[in-house]
């Protein structure tokens, strides 16, 4: 079993097929898209596969050490930074072609017309523990 | 075998413990490991006097745990102890151990979870589910929660605000799990109200009544809120906010008004229309008042103006949310809801889509967004 990230951005991904922002849609279709995402974690519930999943808030701060004694600096949220994450969903799956394919049915989750959005997901792999055997 | 009998008891079997002379951590562990060997052996055969079969197990685990200490270290006078024949756990014990657990030195997280183990006598694991942090986690918070409290003195009377905020916490944060937090909030609070006589314990109790009454009605079956407004009423429970009205007005009829009293007066209102439409917003608008001046918090001012857009009008309303800081959560949720009211379908979309933006969970964001979508639907593509 292997660990896979599926990353979804606000901002950074190419450009979906089918982007149209949400408060565009009709509420019809924002159930659907809603239900779709739902289901799309209980069944990998079901199969064994799913682990987590967590939206996160658009706006964050940049935050880094300021030296000894002093309070961390604080700034941003930074406009030209080009990469949003939006959410996330960890699989532990059979391997990577298996993380591919699920991470397209999430891509096909339908947005503005009912039409699949074909939003780019980031797949991303774990660095996992080293074997127990490694010769 | 009724688990809710079971924790019922727990509190006072621990505070038996503690008033025999127990330290509060080693006494915690053994009411737990009384409780699991109750689980396991009362299905075959229920004990004629549960609390007393519980304070005699839990006292024998804790002086086995003790002994195996003192083995360690030589001798220890509390081995040699007989257990007092002392009378049955009083009210004052349990009432203190919800002090303890609340007490103003543990942080609200801590104070959450200790307050739920040892008064509520849920399992570590329970309450990690609940919270969905992994159970080391958990472990590790409430025994640093037990290690901060362990010099504190049961004799003392505590503040029961504090105590009152921790049970808030509980019911208004409730997340998954197999354990029902607001339910168990409520039983927690219901027993607090039944050791202590005081009109804040009580106000507490009737507005956790009255909000969870609506519960059934929150959500839609596709998991979606369903505001106050639209909300089928029929699905409310009717003796449940019966009960939560009874408790409320004798609680007002002491004549000392808290900011829990006031909140149930409001929750109770909205429980009293038959229709959305035959809410008294006139008289919640009063008791918002009495709460600004209780407690002068910027989210009951907030609440107040959705309230004056009610009872005078939406352009009321927005001048009541003019003086508001607009960095409060909700603010801009609320201002696009009163822009609508006020015929301007335009400002209220670009609100609630900002809104969407801010908002602080996933069920709210849908929400705000669907509002903005319904709107922006409306005017055509």
Redesign the interface.
Known sequence: MAKYLLLKHYRGAPAAVNDV???????E???AH??YM?DFATRLEQTGEFVDGQ?L???GAWVRYDGEGRPPVTDGPFAETKDLIAGWMVIDVDGYERAVELAGELSAAPGAGGKPIHEWLEVRPFLAAPPTITE | MDEVLLRSLTPGVLAVLVRRGADFAAAEDAVQEALVEAVRGWPAGMPRDPRGWLITVAWRKFLDGARAEAARRRREDLVEEQPQAGPAPSVDDTLQLYFLCAHPSLTPSSAVALTLRAVGGLTTRQIARAYLVPEATMAQRISRAKRTVAGVRLDRPGDVATVLRVLYLVFNEGYSGDVDLAAEAIRLTRQLAASIDHPEVAGLLALMLLHYARRAARTAPDGSLVPLAEQDRGRWDTGMIAEGVAILQSALARDRLGEFQAQAAVAALHADAPTAGETDWVQIVEWYDELVRLTDNPVVRLNRAVAVGEADGPRAGLAALAGLDAALPRYTAVAAYLHERDGDPVTAARLYAEAAHKAADLAERDHLTRQAARLNAGRGR
């Open positions: 922002p949400m408060d565009q849609w009709t509420p279709e924002i159930s809603v239900q739902n939206a808030a658009p706006e």
